[in-house]
């Protein structure tokens, strides 16, 4: 039998998943990762002494296999953490999950109950047509909380109107959750079958998500897997329906290697994997890649001079006029994470487009808009603020528009063609999923270079977070 030389694309949780179920076996491994660290997404920051992640990180699954990989790494590292996470709308801060008082007390007597009759009315004349996320939402909550919980926030997220975004964003990211649901969970606190936009606990790395995936990366590379930083593929070479060799670039010095393989694993951006085949793909292929579209991320960390800001884990600003769209307070995600118990530091969110007016502006620009978005907020005040940077990313979310399934569905039949190529991870598939799909993917993704049939295309976030998905699948991944 041929030995195996498998080349994993990307050092994030599938790419690290995928290394550390194949490492056990007798296959060389490389993973090569464009960036100076690894963890994707989810690596941790670290400047002056504090740690700071990428958006909020919670380890939260149902798969068994995917948790016992994170505590294993990790042991007694691997702490619980209460969840508080509020929303911020006109100038009120609403408890999430629901609480019942809280809700009255902000909106009122008189709002509640044109929240009610709205809400039966979508019960009773609910839209036929659920395609778009406005008209699930509506169905679901209700025109007057719609408006209220989830139109300027999505908006603020996704950069287009509900109306041209797909149902299929919340299906894969709320599933279950409807206002009888939120209201079941605020009376009746069973943890049974609780819906994970709910969840009141979750695990979490002491310092931070990209202590997971520096351990792992530690791990694996102890078996004597290679892990290429600050290599960039820029050429995928293929014959016969199969990938032959890489071309990476290293992005400190700019020189070219070319590296073969028998097997590749790829969580880089999948419209990017395409535009980089040679020989390129037909015009109709191309053309569908330049329809998917990324939203970015400016992350702005913030250093304040204040031992205690607020006592959320994290806050969703659903207010129009405040362009953050949320504000991480790292502190309350762990004590181990701020380089002083005196002081705090936050990080907010703002969701663009890479290029766009507000990517472009200078980062002395940006931290003036967070400063202030911060004071509107009744959160801190210039004088607070001990220091600041700016941090970009770019890729950071699919956007699911009403014609992607169409659109991805072309480049899927393109790339089902080569036998010796998994997509995997969100920047891979295209997913909009969240963390332990990505490590599902990634020992999915191995277990098929070892001989498994798995279509990974078709694990779904239903069967992700559900123990349906059997050990034989994944092979000795710890």
């Not at 009255?104 to 109950?113: A, D, H, K, R």
């Amino acid at each position: 039998m041929k030995m195996k030389n498998v080349i994993i694309i990307g050092a994030g949780p599938a790419g690290l998943a995928a290394a550390s179920n194949l490492s056990n076996h007798k296959i060389d491994i490389i993973i090569l990762e464009k960036d100076s660290k690894v963890g994707g997404l989810s690596s941790t920051v670290e400047y002056k002494g504090y740690r700071f992640d990428i958006g909020p990180h919670r380890f939260f699954t149902k798969n068994k296999l995917v948790f016992d990989w994170w505590r294993d790494i990790l042991k007694e590292d691997f702490v619980k953490r209460p969840r508080l996470s509020r929303i911020y709308y006109n100038g009120k801060f609403f408890d999430y999950p629901i609480s019942i008082g809280n809700v009255l007390s902000n909106l009122g007597i008189f709002n509640s109950f044109p929240i009610c009759f709205s809400y039966l009315k979508s019960r009773l004349l609910p839209y036929s047509d659920g395609e778009c996320f406005e008209k699930w939402a509506i169905n679901q909550f209700g025109n007057r909380l719609y408006q209220i919980f989830f139109k300027n926030y999505t908006e603020k997220i996704w950069g287009i109107p509900c109306s041209q975004i797909s149902a299929d964003w919340a299906t894969q990211r709320i599933k279950g959750l409807s206002l009888f649901a939120a209201l079941r969970n605020a009376l009746f606190k069973g943890k049974r079958n609780t819906i994970k936009t709910l969840i009141t606990e979750f695990h979490y790395p002491r310092l931070g998500a990209g202590m997971m995936y520096e351990a792992a990366g530690s791990m694996i590379s102890q078996r004597g897997v290679q892990i290429k930083l600050n290599y960039e593929v820029v050429q995928i070479r293929h014959d016969r329906n199969m990938v032959r060799e890489l071309v990476c670039r290293n992005t400190r010095d700019g020189s070219l290697y070319e590296i073969e393989g028998t097997d590749f694993c790829s969580s880089m951006p999948l419209d990017v994997l395409v535009s980089q085949m040679n020989p390129g793909p037909s015009g109709h292929v191309l053309e569908a890649c330049k329809r998917l579209t990324w939203r970015s991320l400016l992350m702005v960390y913030v250093i304040l001079d204040r031992r205690e800001v607020f006592r959320d884990n994290w806050i969703y600003v659903h207010s129009s006029e405040v362009k953050a769209g949320r504000i991480q307070n790292y502190k309350n995600w762990s004590s181990d994470m701020v380089g002083d118990s005196d002081k705090s530091s936050l990080g907010l969110e703002y969701f663009c487009a890479a290029g766009d007016s507000l990517w472009r502006q200078s980062d002395k620009a940006i931290i003036e808009l967070a400063i202030e978005d911060l004071k509107n907020l009744k959160i801190a005040h210039q004088r607070d603020i001990l220091d600041a940077f700016v941090l970009r990313v770019p890729n950071a979310y699919p956007v699911y528009d009403k014609n992607y399934r169409q659109t991805l569905g072309v480049i899927k039949d393109f790339l089902s063609s080569f036998s010796n190529l998994q997509c995997m991870g969100r920047g891979g598939m295209f997913r909009y999923n969240n963390m332990d799909h990505s490590v599902l993917t990634g020992f999915l993704a191995a277990g098929n270079i070892l001989g498994a049939k798995t279509e990974l295309w078709n694990v779904n976030t239903d069967q992700s977070y559900h123990e349906d998905l059997q050990a034989s699948h994944v092979d000795n991944f710890s």
